[in-house]
């Protein structure tokens, strides 16, 4: 069981921009990652993903498949898919 609430995608899909929000999914987690995107050590390219999946450009930037990018997703955690 999870503490954490479900959301759906097309709720998802309404978080896209630093004013509203910038929420992203990652293997059926959901995150608020509005305050992270100004500490993105990749820089704007991170708002590619808003309101999505970040499933395909982490297979385009190997650099997030280390265990301190995922601990570091894993404190923007608002939900679940
Ligand atoms: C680098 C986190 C999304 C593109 C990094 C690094 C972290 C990070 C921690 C540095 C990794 C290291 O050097 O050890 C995140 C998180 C994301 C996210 C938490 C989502 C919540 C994205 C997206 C893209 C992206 C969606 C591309 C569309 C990059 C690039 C770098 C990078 C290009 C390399 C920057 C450089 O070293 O010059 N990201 N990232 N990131 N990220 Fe992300």
Known sequence: TSAFPIISQEEVTTHRSLEDGVWVTYKGGVYDITEFVAMHPGGDK????????????WALYAVHNQEHVLEMLSEYKVGEL
């Open 46 to 57: 991170i708002l590619l993903a808003a309101g999505g999946a970040l499933e395909p450009f």
